[in-house]
């Protein structure tokens, strides 16, 4: 029979429905004529199946010929019927995963909908939460005042009265790190920071005094935040910030070109970056404030908290190769056991114990807290085996104990305490950037060195000890620092000679540009001695300062035709070049055996010295004289220059350009006080004009002009009297006639009468 009972070439169905009806009437049970040919068609239908059936015993006379002649056909048409119905079956199977997988992701997209509005709702409450305990704190406390109005045109001062508290241990934290920062510059420039000018220098306070108009120093500072005298913590940034901006106005000045060192301007803005950096840490919470519904804007708050993040990770990528010294390892260990003593408080500022109870901690809190511990117990071993372990490894482990199979389903809680791991090695490696950003005494510049090699100007002149200041690399050869290195030396130029350098570091940039297969890096050095700076090839410096091989005469030596390059240069200037060179070799080591600064035995000596806060707070009868007729100076000039201090974070523009346009503000403040005081003067000379100023004769001629218009008003008046008495009289006399002539009206009446 052939599969599903039809023909080749027939519909399974409709042949397997015509054997049905053709097989339920058998020939023997019917005797009428349709009966017979139908049973005549049957067995024709049986025998021809017969003859296609390969299984069949016997098959008629034409069978196996027929089948030879259409068997092919039957087998390419039963294995198409087969492939189809496997395709079926295939395709049916496949509907049905697809279908249990919608339904999975349908499943798992619900839930994380549920979670997402979960933590949303999280959030809203711990949001809600910190802004009422802001308003709380607001209301109970009072803030800290309202901050002074800036000048049109200029960005609003910003507060940090929201979140700041009024402990003084906070700002006793900032002033001993920045007055044990001075360690980084000479002795001269730390007595000029930490007293009077006035008082250091009397030789220069005429000049000083027409320069600087507001001094300040940190010993003010730190004797201010000792006596309780700051209101707020934006007056002690803007003392602070004073101290560094009047060194760079001094150093900067037109007018003092014979007194100015570079050198002071570069650490003070060194400085005023370290104390900026300490600030973001040690005076803002781990946490940003609450953004007050319906603003869409950023708060220059929550820019802060953006600069924070960004500074940190700056910070990350130029100290991740830096051995940590086992001081900073204890210092991590000791903070990690405060936050967990503490239910996750870095310090005082913060005000929410993300971490809740840590005696009865439990889930994803408790495998934290293990986590932490174990950290402490790997760092005790790190330190007890001497193994280096650099601050991208400290960071990375780190981040694993609250980012490793912990809370996932409670996202906020895993960010906060990420902002406090991180807001700890902020605190932490801070200093630790601050020793890497140092400069060398060496250089003019107080520039931050990367190498002592031998350099030289071309192939014609000779090799001269200098240090590096800036690298241009290959692409292949490029490192992260050597861009932050370059970008930092820069600042420090003076700003003519940044501009002559501009045109060499483009020739620099351009040449490596070009696809060439002897591509060099470029390398900004000074040389020592001279301190000209200049942007040199690969090829035109030597490797391996040493001061005692000189490579002049190894060049010379042997060579009779050509003139000794030994002789080409000045002996003297050599010597004293090779002398700046070692010491500026001796400092970078000392920097590379100490790259966190807390090695070495200078700051027992800078302890002896008295550059400490405890030091400074002490009592100054001098300088507070000095403070007290300070104060009774202040202008509007420095209400300006606050809020410029304010929206540029203490970094005034003292360049050219920044002058004259302080200039143009200086004149059209003095042109706005002038009109304003002109239109007063005008206001009042016009209610003098108004007030009657009249003379003694004019004083007669009114009172006589009075007393006319009073006899007039008189004679008026009896005037008047007069007329309403004769109107009477008539009105009576007319009444009298009236009456008289009515009463007799015959005349033998008035005749008897009479």
Not at 500 to 516: H, I, M, P, Q, V
Not at 645 to 673: H, P, V
């Amino acid at each position: 029979m052939w599969p599903g009972g039809g023909q080749p070439g027939d519909n399974g169905d409709a042949s397997d429905a015509f054997r049905r009806s053709s097989i339920g009437s058998s020939p023997a049970d019917n005797s009428s004529p349709q009966d017979a040919a139908a049973a005549a068609a049957f067995a024709a239908r049986m025998a021809l199946a017969n003859a296609y059936d390969t299984s069949a015993p016997t098959a008629g006379a034409g069978g196996p010929a027929y089948f030879d002649m259409y068997g092919a056909d039957y087998h390419a048409r039963f294995r198409e019927l087969e492939y189809l119905q496997q395709q079926r079956q295939m395709h049916e199977q496949q509907q049905a995963y697809e279908n249990e997988a919608r339904s999975r992701m349908l499943e798992q997209a619900a839930h994380n909908r549920i979670q997402e509005f979960e933590r949303r709702r999280m959030q809203m409450e711990l949001m809600n939460e910190m802004h009422m305990r802001e308003a709380e704190y607001n209301a109970t406390r009072g803030g800290f005042g309202a901050p002074p109005q800036p000048q049109q045109g200029q960005h609003p001062s910003l507060s940090y009265s929201d979140f700041a508290r009024e402990d003084p241990n906070n700002f006793e934290v900032i002033a001993r790190e920045t007055s044990s920062s001075n360690n980084t510059s000479s002795h001269q420039q730390e007595e000029t920071s930490l007293r009077p000018v006035s008082l250091l220098h009397p030789e220069m306070i005429t000049l000083y005094s027409k320069i600087v108009h507001h001094p300040m120093d940190l010993g003010h500072v730190c004797r201010a935040i000792r006596r309780r005298e700051y209101k707020n913590t934006r007056a002690i940034q803007l003392d602070v910030w004073r101290v560094f901006s009047n060194c760079i106005n001094f150093h900067t000045h037109p007018s003092n070109k014979d007194n100015a060192i570079p050198s002071f301007i570069s650490i003070a803005n060194h400085l005023l970056d370290f104390f900026n950096n300490l600030w973001i840490e040690f005076m803002l919470p781990s946490d940003s404030p609450p953004r007050p519904p319906g603003t869409a804007r950023i708060s220059y708050v929550h820019a802060t908290y953006q600069k924070r993040l960004e500074v940190r990770k700056q910070r990350l990528l130029q100290l991740s190769s830096t051995v940590l010294s086992s001081k900073c390892l204890q210092k991590v260990v000791n903070e990690l056991d405060k936050l967990l003593s503490s239910g996750g408080l870095v310090d005082k500022l913060d005000s929410s114990a993300v971490l809740g109870d840590v005696n009865n901690a439990s889930g994803d809190v408790l495998v934290f807290i293990h986590s932490v511990k174990q950290f402490t117990i790997n760092i005790g071993q790190k330190l007890q085996s001497q193994d280096d372990y650099t601050v991208l490894e400290l960071h990375r482990d780190l981040k694993k104990c609250y980012t490793e199979d912990v809370f996932e389903d409670d996202l906020l809680k895993k960010m906060k305490i990420g902002l406090r791991i991180d807001r700890i090695l902020g605190k932490v490696l801070a200093p630790v950037h601050e020793v890497s950003c140092r400069g060398v005494n060496q250089s003019s510049i107080w520039g931050c060195m990367a190498a002592a090699i031998w350099a030289r100007e071309s192939r014609h002149k000779p090799y001269w000890p200098a240090i590096v200041l800036g690298i241009l690399a290959p692409e292949e050869q490029k490192e992260d620092w050597h861009k932050a290195l370059t970008e930092r030396n820069e600042k420090r130029l003076p700003e003519k000679l940044l501009d002559d350098l501009r045109a060499a570091k483009k020739r620099a940039e351009s040449g490596l540009t070009k696809k060439n297969s002897d591509q060099m890096s470029y390398f900004l050095v000074e040389f020592m001695g001279s301190h000209e700076f200049i942007w040199v090839k690969e090829n035109a410096i030597l490797e391996n300062f040493d001061p005692n091989d000189d490579p002049n005469v190894a060049h010379a030596a042997g060579n009779i035709t050509k003139k000794k390059r030994s002789t080409s240069y000045n002996a003297k200037q050599m010597d004293s070049a090779l002398e700046e060179g070692k010491w500026a070799l001796e400092e970078f080591e000392a920097y590379l055996n100490d790259t966190c600064g807390d090695q070495s035995d200078d700051e027992e000596e800078y302890n002896d010295a008295g550059y400490t806060y405890d030091v400074l707070c002490q009592t100054d009868e001098e300088a507070e004289a000095l403070d007290e007729i300070d104060l009774e100076h202040e202008n509007e000039s420095d209400i300006e220059e606050q809020s410029e201090m304010l929206a540029s974070e203490g970094y005034l523009d003292f360049s050219i350009a920044g002058r004259k346009l302080a200039k143009q503000r200086t004149t059209a403040r003095k042109k706005q006080n002038a009109a304003l005081a002109k239109k007063e003067k005008e206001k009042k000379a016009k209610g003098a004009a108004s007030v009657d100023t009249k003379t003694p004769s004019d004083d007669k001629r009114g009172q006589r002009e009075v007393e006319a218009r009073r006899k007039k008003r008189s004679r008026d008046h009896e005037k008047s009297l007069k007329d309403l008495e004769r109107k009477a009289k008539k009105r009576d006399l007319a009444a009298e006639k009236k009456i008289s002539s009515n009463e007799v009206r015959n005349k033998k009446g008035r005749a008897e009468n009479i």
